[in-house]
């Protein structure tokens, strides 16, 4: 009896894995960074509309991982309750939708953010 149960959450964590390793690893610097530049920097740095709203500075990892004034804005490892993927995904309210009146980012621009929460938002 026990050992089924071991057997089975070993067999249940070989699955995860090899789920999770299907997915290419994201890099923060290769993949997130030039994703952010091109469409959030322009207002996530010091003197910029987004930053003086909401204290959101998007200028480096840290600075992103801090998130708004109001806390943080990533989740590691949870993609929808990130508040970052709420809202280039539309699911938060309308008049914050990011980039800020703008048009949505490409689908495959946001699945890379949310691969790279999902794989722990780290500084890689
Ligand atoms: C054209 C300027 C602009 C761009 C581009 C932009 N933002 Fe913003 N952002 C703002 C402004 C302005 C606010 C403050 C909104 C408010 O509070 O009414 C804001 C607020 C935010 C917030 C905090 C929302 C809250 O109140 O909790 C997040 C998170 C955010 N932006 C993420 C992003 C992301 C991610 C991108 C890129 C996909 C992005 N922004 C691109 C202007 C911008």
């Given at each position: 009896m026990k050992t089924g149960i071991l057997r089975g959450g070993a067999l249940f964590a070989v699955t995860f894995v090899l789920a999770a390793c299907g997915q290419r690893e994201v890099s923060?610097?290769?993949?997130v960074q030039p994703i952010l530049k091109q469409y959030c920097l322009e207002c996530h740095v010091e003197g910029g509309d987004g930053y003086t709203k909401?204290?959101?500075?998007?200028?480096?990892h840290e600075s992103l991982m801090k998130g708004t004034k109001f806390g943080s804005i990533i989740k590691p490892?949870?993609?929808?309750?990130s508040v970052l993927i709420m809202l280039v995904e539309g699911r938060a309210d309308p008049s914050i939708?990011?980039?800020?009146?703008k048009a949505s980012m490409p689908q495959d621009k946001i699945e890379v953010l949310k691969q790279w929460v999902v794989q722990g938002a780290r500084n890689n």
């Open positions: 923060y610097k290769a993949d909401s204290g959101l500075l998007m200028t480096s490892g949870d993609s929808l309750s939708k990011m980039p800020h009146g």
